[in-house]
């Protein structure tokens, strides 16, 4: 009776684990909606690519894009040189690269 009771709490103590790590996990076609909104759209964008933790990216018109909006959304930082953004997103560049490439298409 006493290992059933310890069983009982092992599973609920699991189940809640889990959970916690499912509303962590972060949505990255969301994320990815998001910093091409804040990158001026994708109209906005003319050449993207990603490199390690890095994220490079092209843009027509540079005075459209949000960079407080992209520094909340998890950006290390974000260097401006000229038309181009090189925002630093750590391990979720290349993952953000990926939806991107769909969401161009």
Known sequence: MQYLQYVIIIVVLLLIALSIVRT???DYKIEVNKLV???GGKNNIIT?????SR???ELKDISLVNKDAIQKLGAQGIVEIDNQ??????SSANKL????????R
């Open 55 to 57: 994220f490079t990216v």
């Open 97 to 104: 690269k990926k939806y991107i490439d769909d969401l161009k």
């Open 48 to 52: 993207y690519d990603s490199n390690k």
């Open 85 to 90: 953004l090189k925002i630093i997103l750590g």
């Open 24 to 26: 962590k996990k972060k």
């Open 37 to 39: 909104n804040y990158l």
